[in-house]
């Protein structure tokens, strides 16, 4: 599986957008990028995931470049209940394990 | 509600002594895993099954045994051959277990020895 790496922590003003950035340059082909999220001493929660294009949901939205060397993750207006660690992992298709690194804490201020 | 359970919560258990960690998942879903979470780190897989009456070993699986003989339930024994057995243990599952399923996580474990 492609390493991914992000950045330790991040701060986001209430209400405002909080882009998230993930690096995944060795990332094949049959690679997906999926992002969780783990609100403290809590289990992690799914957020999103993409292949090429770019994805939104109730949730967020997932930015792709073209050459998927690198996503964003998008979560339009957060809130403080957003304040979590986020993960960027890639997935090879038909691989069920899930590899997590230290993700990004992002801290929602008020 | 669907979704998935682990039991207890918090547990403590002298060293030396086995322990089984407890989950239950009500979403119909095939496959089930078990990761340990130590403080400031990120999830490390234990085992994992896809299917009833089977499951292979994660990147940490020393220490640990699983059993899956029924799909709904899939517990873990900590047993006194793993050297650090003190972390957040969480349960997850997904429909498949192949292509790109999402996990379910439960809400953990916290285990204690001393």
């Known amino acids: 599986d492609a390493k991914t790496t992000q950045p330790p922590s991040m701060d986001c003003a209430e209400g405002r957008a909080a882009n998230l950035p993930c690096n995944h340059s060795t990332i094949s082909g049959n690679e997906y990028v999926y992002w969780y999220r783990q609100i403290h001493s809590q289990g992690p929660q799914y957020i999103i995931h993409?292949?090429?294009n770019n994805e939104t949901n109730e949730m967020a939205s997932l930015i792709i470049t073209e050459d998927r060397k690198s996503s964003t993750l998008i979560l339009p207006h957060a809130t403080l209940r957003d304040t979590a660690v986020y993960y960027c992992i890639a997935v090879i298709f038909g691989n069920e394990k899930l590899t997590f690194g230290t993700g990004t804490r992002l801290t929602i201020i008020p | 509600d669907g979704g998935i359970t682990q039991s207890p919560k918090y547990l403590f258990r002298k060293e030396g002594q086995n322990v089984t960690l407890s989950c239950e998942q009500n979403?119909?879903?095939?496959?089930m895993y078990w990761y340990r979470q130590d403080p400031g780190q990120g999830l490390r897989l234990i085992y994992y099954?896809?299917?009833?009456?089977?499951?292979q070993k994660g990147d940490i699986a020393e220490g640990y045994s699983v059993s899956r003989e029924k799909k709904e339930s899939f517990p873990l024994t900590v047993t006194s051959a793993q050297k650090n057995p003190t972390a957040f243990y969480l349960c997850?599952?997904?429909?498949?277990?192949?292509?790109?399923?999402?996990?379910?996580f439960g809400p953990g474990t916290r285990l204690t020895v001393t």
């Open positions: 997850a599952s997904s429909l498949t277990g192949t292509g790109t399923d999402e996990q379910y």
């Open positions: 979403l119909n879903h095939d496959a």
């Open positions: 993409g292949l090429k």
């Open positions: 099954s896809q299917i009833v009456n089977d499951f």
